[in-house]
């Protein structure tokens, strides 16, 4: 069975302050890898920008 690698104590407590001192930059992605990652939504944010249309908001053109 293989072992999952152990992350020295010191070093978890590390991250918190790396990710603080190096602000937005800490979550900087280049464009062509941003292009190929998908975009996953786990929380739902895109459900609330999309509005959605009621069915009286439909547009039926017919004999065009």
Same mark, same amino acid.
Do not use: F, Q, Y
């Given at each position: 069975?293989?072992?999952?690698? *152990?992350?020295?104590?010191?070093? *978890? &407590?590390?991250?918190?302050? #790396? @990710?603080? @001192?190096?602000?937005?930059?800490?979550?900087? #992605?280049?464009?062509? @890898?941003?292009? %190929? #990652?998908? &975009?996953?939504?786990?929380?739902? &944010?895109? #459900?609330?920008?999309?509005? %959605?249309?009621?069915?009286?908001? %439909?547009? %039926?053109?017919?004999?065009?």
């Amino acid at each position: 069975m293989a072992s999952t690698p *152990r992350i020295a104590p010191r070093a *978890r &407590h590390r991250s918190p302050a #790396l @990710l603080s @001192l190096l602000g937005k930059s800490a979550w900087w #992605l280049p464009k062509w @890898l941003d292009k %190929v #990652l998908p &975009h996953i939504d786990t929380e739902g &944010h895109a #459900l609330e920008e999309t509005p %959605v249309k009621k069915p009286s908001e %439909v547009t %039926v053109t017919i004999g065009a």
